[in-house]
């Protein structure tokens, strides 16, 4: 049987489980891969429109990967893997904007072009957050510069008025003094990928409960992997001492209720407009043996 594929996911668990031998300890058999390129912060190119929704429909190269939970929703009820119901994970987002911009409240938002992830946490979590401020007409998403640390790059070289960011962008624009105009942390969720054997999937979030643990008693001996992830032109300028814990794994069910109030929260906003997110039910649509 083939190795389990890990791969870590712009948060600090998988690097955090590696460093400290808890796949070894679980007894995975197992080959630790990374799927973001840590050199310049992007996946293969896939086009304009590209999100967390888009790599699944390409295929992700390990056996577990996360994104948003609308969109493994979405992807796990259109074919394209199985929901892992038995975790979740909140991060850290929120829409950033220069330190000398206009908006200081996120009413000041209204027209502003926000540069987000095309169906990717970014995505939903904007326009879900910012329901509660403006008109759906008033919020204005800005997909060319999609792709996390593009985004990010946008908005320190002066070329995007706001944007998205989670995780490790996320505390580095605060590092740098950008204004974090209104929070949109949002959920994720697991996708798996192919035909892993269930006994190596569960032996792998038990090594990711462990790092959970590790990093929310001392976070100081971990914070340098964010390093790992960032293109390489803002190392000098990174002090992740400065840095939070990130996304966090809540091991608790996600559920049937859950997946049928967001995939319909998804769907009355218009956000697949090319045929929908999936109709698989959830039985269908989740791992099984979670």
Avoid at 177 to 193: E, L, Q, Y
Avoid at 221 to 231: D, I, S, V, W
Wanted: negative net charge.
């Amino acid at each position: 049987m083939a190795k389990f594929v890990v791969s870590p996911h712009m948060r600090l668990h998988e690097w955090v489980a590696e460093e400290k031998g808890f796949f070894s300890d679980v007894g995975l058999d197992y080959v630790f891969r990374e799927q973001l390129t840590s050199r310049d912060g992007t996946y293969h190119d896939l086009g304009d429109k590209v999100g967390a929704y888009q790599t699944f429909e390409q295929g992700r190269s390990c056996d577990v990967s996360a994104a948003c939970h609308w969109t493994v929703n979405a992807a796990a009820a259109s074919g394209h893997g199985k929901l892992y119901p038995g975790c979740y994970s909140v991060s850290p987002c929120g829409i950033f904007v220069p330190p000398d911009s206009d908006v200081r409240r996120p009413e000041d938002l209204a027209g502003v072009p926000i540069s987000v992830g095309y169906q990717s946490g970014s995505h939903y979590s904007t326009i879900q957050t910012l329901e509660e401020f403006l008109d759906p007409g008033d919020i204005e998403l800005h997909f060319a510069d999609g792709l996390l640390f593009h985004r990010l790059e946008q908005l320190v070289d002066g070329k995007a008025p706001a944007v998205s960011l989670f995780s490790g962008p996320f505390y580095f624009a605060e590092q740098l003094g950008f204004r974090k105009a209104v929070d949109t942390s949002f959920m994720m969720a697991s996708m798996i990928t192919g035909d892993p054997d269930p006994g190596d999937v569960g032996k792998y979030f038990e090594a990711l409960r462990r790092a959970q643990v590790e990093i929310d008693l001392r976070l100081e001996l971990y914070r340098h992997h964010y390093r790992k992830e960032f293109p390489e032109r803002f190392h000098d300028r990174m002090d992740v001492r400065r840095f939070g814990p990130g996304e966090r794994l809540v091991f608790e069910p996600y559920t049937q209720d859950m997946f049928e109030r967001s995939q319909s929260w998804v769907s009355e906003r218009g956000i697949f407009p090319e045929g929908g997110p999936g109709d698989a039910p959830y039985r269908e649509s989740i791992f099984a043996a979670a």
